[in-house]
């Protein structure tokens, strides 16, 4: 059903801000999340705290954002006059990120509007320089007509600073409609991430668990942030990308991912054994589950290429796959697990 729904509402291909699939400006719980997310590396700082006891927006309310950009770049690619403030439906928002259209999908599409405007976020992205810019998601939001306790017809008011990130195309990147039936927090975050700095760039890119737990801004310990991470790579879920653990020289653990190219065969993949958290038995080419469909580009892969602004947020150990001076610290799979877990056993 929630299929079906997003199937009939995809004249407007879902589109996203760089900057929010980069950053750690969400929470990935779905319970209220009181705690603020503050993060600063290289040059950019975030923090984010709630207003009310509703918590911070979550990743899934940003689902709400997700639209809201989307209408807006259609209409500007149509040559047509923008406008910050929306005019919409409950029921086309909730048909486009897949939910449902009972009693219960309208509450929380209101409680969701309700975090997006009581989040606060103070960044310096996109400001003035030696300055920050504070706002919230949307300025405001109101029903225009009501029917038997659901909205007739929304008005919704962005920030002025999300409306003038969308000044430029190279800001946005499309992602794929299956985005939406990702059902973890941190797994939609993963996507996002990948689709940012994976695009459709064959050789993918490299990001070490800690600098992943850093950008993420999971108020999970560490461990259980990297379980979850070696599940998700076991499981395969993110649409369009094939995930990998790799080990370096100091036995850290790191993720690889790669733009599945258009009809690729993945049924020859291993079977991966997930362990407890602080081990992995990955290997380079077999650490996903088998699949016996061909990868469908069509359906899964973004249309566009993501070669802007990989820069901005690559601090610490990120790097494109194909570095030599990178290949040259590494060991077979074998070998670094062995290490890892000479080196480790006192520590699990």
């Given at each position: 059903?929630?299929?079906?729904?997003?199937?009939?509402?995809?004249?407007?291909?879902?589109?996203d801000l760089q900057?929010?699939?980069?950053?750690?400006?969400?929470?990935?719980?779905?319970?209220?999340?009181?705690?603020?997310?503050?993060?600063?590396?290289?040059?950019?700082?975030?923090?984010?705290?709630?207003?009310?006891?509703?918590?911070?927006?979550?990743?899934?309310?940003?689902d709400i954002l997700?639209?809201?950009?989307?209408?807006?770049?259609?209409?500007?690619?149509?040559?047509?006059?923008?406008?910050?403030?929306?005019?919409?439906?409950?029921?086309?928002?909730?048909?486009?990120?897949?939910?449902?259209?009972?009693?219960?999908?309208?509450?929380?599409?209101?409680?969701?509007?309700?975090?997006?405007?009581?989040?606060?976020?103070?960044?310096?992205?996109?400001?003035?320089?030696?300055?920050?810019?504070?706002?919230?998601?949307?300025?405001?939001?109101?029903?225009?007509?009501?029917?038997?306790?659901?909205?007739?017809?929304?008005?919704?008011?962005?920030?002025?600073?999300?409306?003038?990130?969308?000044?430029?195309?190279?800001?946005?990147?499309?992602?794929?409609?299956?985005?939406?039936?990702?059902?973890?927090?941190?797994?939609?975050?993963?996507?996002?991430?990948?689709?940012?700095?994976?695009?459709?760039?064959?050789?993918?890119?490299?990001?070490?668990?800690?600098?992943?737990?850093?950008?993420?801004?999971?108020?999970?310990?560490?461990?259980?942030?990297?379980?979850?991470?070696?599940?998700?790579?076991?499981?395969?879920?993110?649409?369009?990308?094939?995930?990998?653990?790799?080990?370096?020289?100091?036995?850290?653990?790191?993720?690889?991912?790669?733009?599945?190219?258009?009809?690729?065969?993945?049924?020859?993949?291993?079977?991966?054994?997930?362990?407890?958290?602080?081990?992995?038995?990955?290997?380079?080419?077999?650490?996903?589950?088998?699949?016996?469909?061909?990868?469908?580009?069509?359906?899964?892969?973004?249309?566009?290429?993501?070669?802007?602004?990989?820069?901005?947020?690559?601090?610490?150990?990120?790097?494109p796959v194909d570095?030599?001076?990178?290949?040259?610290?590494?060991?077979?799979?074998?070998?670094?697990?062995?290490?890892?877990?000479?080196?480790?056993?006192?520590?699990?």
């Amino acid at each position: 059903m929630r299929r079906l729904a997003r199937q009939q509402n995809q004249q407007i291909s879902p589109r996203d801000l760089q900057d929010l699939m980069a950053y750690p400006f969400f929470s990935l719980a779905k319970t209220p999340r009181l705690k603020p997310i503050s993060y600063c590396t290289g040059g950019v700082s975030i923090d984010v705290s709630p207003s009310s006891p509703l918590g911070i927006a979550t990743i899934w309310d940003a689902d709400i954002l997700i639209y809201a950009i989307s209408k807006i770049m259609r209409v500007r690619n149509a040559s047509q006059d923008s406008s910050p403030k929306l005019r919409t439906t409950p029921h086309e928002i909730l048909s486009f990120i897949g939910r449902d259209h009972a009693q219960s999908g309208y509450r929380r599409l209101k409680a969701s509007l309700a975090r997006l405007q009581n989040t606060k976020i103070t960044t310096s992205l996109r400001a003035s320089p030696n300055s920050l810019a504070s706002f919230a998601w949307i300025d405001s939001w109101q029903d225009l007509e009501k029917k038997i306790d659901r909205s007739a017809s929304l008005e919704i008011t962005l920030s002025n600073w999300l409306y003038a990130s969308l000044a430029h195309d190279n800001r946005v990147l499309t992602l794929s409609p299956d985005y939406f039936s990702l059902t973890g927090g941190i797994e939609r975050w993963l996507y996002r991430l990948v689709r940012k700095h994976g695009g459709r760039q064959l050789s993918g890119w490299e990001f070490e668990f800690r600098h992943l737990f850093l950008k993420a801004g999971s108020s999970q310990q560490f461990r259980y942030f990297s379980r979850d991470i070696r599940n998700i790579v076991h499981r395969q879920p993110l649409p369009g990308y094939h995930l990998d653990i790799l080990v370096d020289m100091r036995g850290n653990e790191i993720l690889s991912f790669r733009s599945k190219p258009c009809g690729q065969q993945t049924a020859t993949l291993g079977q991966s054994h997930p362990l407890n958290y602080g081990r992995s038995h990955a290997h380079r080419t077999g650490n996903g589950p088998r699949e016996s469909a061909l990868n469908d580009c069509r359906k899964s892969n973004p249309a566009r290429l993501n070669f802007y602004s990989n820069f901005d947020s690559n601090f610490i150990d990120a790097r494109p796959v194909d570095k030599p001076s990178h290949r040259e610290e590494r060991k077979s799979s074998t070998e670094l697990f062995n290490h890892l877990v000479s080196s480790n056993k006192e520590k699990w």
